[in-house]
């Protein structure tokens, strides 16, 4: 009985396993909008800052 308890989880778990990473990926790919556009406005904001450090006036 153990031993097939423990041969179950050996084929099982790794594919449990699998299946829950391959769900987080996709979950975690794609960003909401708002995010995306919080990203996008802290990058140029970003690079005005450097532009303006860059040229001393």
């Given amino acids: 009985m153990q031993s097939e308890i423990l041969s179950i989880a050996t084929i099982v778990g790794p ?4 299946a829950v990473i391959i ?3 996709m979950r975690n790919k794609s960003a909401s909008r ?3 556009q919080r990203a996008e ?3 140029r904001e ?6 303006h450090d860059r040229d001393p006036i």
């Fill in 23 to 25: 769900w987080a990926y």
């Fill in 34 to 36: 708002s995010t995306t």
């Fill in 15 to 18: 594919i449990l396993m699998l």
């Fill in 41 to 43: 406005r802290g990058a």
């Fill in 46 to 51: 970003l690079r005005e800052e450097i532009e």
